[in-house]
């Protein structure tokens, strides 16, 4: 999947989360959770779909990795590289 | 719609055991990710401790007092629209005690008015307080207690203290002497935007979860107590069920945290060292709660949704859980609650503890409960003179009875101190295969952290079902 591809996946996912959701004026190398008023179960939600999507297992630990738009497309490129 | 427990397979994917909300809201979650889900559920109606019942064309609810504004999000997200617009605000919160009477949304910026108005705290103080609160997290530090934290901030007001931990003590069952953390974090879900309940009663709500559950194609069967969780060299192999074996590599256990380790799996299914940490487990407090009914055609003025009244001179975690407390909540339920269905009820709450009911014998314990009803009504009065002749039903539960109807150790209503949470955490990672979900470590429970809570286990069970593959 190309880096674009995962930043639309990632998108995708958190509008199912929260249709009000305003991408517009998304930074991408800023939190999520402070731009889109995401919690920490909006985070879980994101985890599971990727799995069930994709097969993918994230560990807790990795769970920071998701932080940015950027980071998450950073950490999942090399995952998704076959998708 | 429960099928009979003869039309159970003999294998699943996922067994929940236990219909509370957090197995309801597991059994939803696990069977979106397209597993095949057995719920079993001990008692005839499903929905656990968020239960009503029905008496003389009255219906009583058991445990819907007020939740936060959390809810309408979660439920959108892991239940459907339709139950998320059922969610409406609770406006009139009434404070009545020796030391205050005040009407509030219970939320930040009303809650600031007050402490300002009736209280003479600074702005700068009440701001540092709700900041100090909102930015709590489950896993910081927990050395710090509720009281030490109050003293921090309003040191010596007793009233301040009964303002801010009052309506959490009949929320989550904490003390002043619980870690801070899990005043802080309820605290600051219902400062949100304050207090909301489900319009229509818990029947209409237990009934649209089940409607979805059979939509999601879940198996459920009522009446269907577990004997046994089966575990063989640290893996689930499934449960027995009225004399039944059924398989699965996976099991929910909804029952609380010590009757799912000493009762369904069997201290010997699990590590020394585990056993250590889930010996040290307390259970919370229990409840004992009046229902009384309003005759058809009778009615009353409003006199707020939910009162905080008290006649102890003031608070103390103590007091609260006192055979003989001053202190309860009355939920007042108007037509509006469940619109169509015009009658008046009122749901007395208090805090009690399992030993001081368990001694009595049948006569002393009918005797106590009658003295429970008197005393409730004498309470009452006090803010509908004349109450009393316009009941038809009036009844009173106990601990003896949240033990009968749910099974919880000692019938507590609000689980396990925190201590839980990590052993609740953590069993998976015992025994392959076995969750738990429930009221643990006070922060994972009420309704919107019991729901929370069967979606993150139901992570853990998708992650486990996943690594099988």
Known sequence: MTRDGIKDLILEIIEDIDEDADFDTLQADKPLRDQLDLDSMDFLDIVMELRKRHKLQIPEEDYPQLATLDSCVNYLEPLLADA | MPVPFSQADDQYDVIVIGSGLGGLTSAKRLAYCGYKVLLLEFHSQLGGLATWFKRKGHIFDVSLHGFPYGMVKTCRKYWNREIMNSIVQLKNIIFDNPQFHLKTTFDRQDFTAKLISHFKISQSTIDAFFTRVAGMNFYDDQSMTTRELFNEYFPGRSDVHRLLMEPISYANGSTLDDPAITYG????????????????????????????????????????????????????????????????????????????????????????????????????????????????????????DLLFTSTAPEFDSAELCDLHTRSKTFSVYYPKTR??????????????????????????????KEALIARSLVDLERYLPGIKEKLDWIEAATPRTFNRYTLHTRGTSFGTKFEGLDVSRSIFKEVDGLFHVGSVGIIMSGWLGAINYGVIASNDVDAFMRSRE
């Open chain 2, 185 to 304: 974090i309820v605290f600051s879900n219902f400062m949100n935007k304050g207090v909301f309940t489900f319009e229509g009663g818990t029947d209409k709500l237990i009934g649209m979860m089940a409607d979805e559950l059979e939509k999601s194609g879940v198996t459920i069967c009522t009446n269907c107590k577990v004997d046994r969780i089966v575990v063989d060299k640290r893996k689930v192999r499934g449960v027995e069920c009225r004399g039944k074996m059924i398989s699965a590599p996976s099991v929910v256990s909804n029952s609380g945290i010590t009757n799912t380790i000493y009762n369904l799996a069997g201290k010997d299914a699990f590590s020394k060292e585990f056993i250590e940490k889930a010996d040290k487990i307390r259970v919370n407090n229990s409840s004992c709660q009046v229902y009384m009914g309003v005759k058809k055609d009778e009615g009353f003025d409003d006199i707020g």
């Open chain 2, 339 to 368: 619109p169509g269905h015009d009658r008046y009820t009122i749901v007395a709450s208090m805090n009690a503890n399992y030993q001081d009911w368990e001694k009595f014998n049948e006569e002393q314990y009918r005797l106590e």
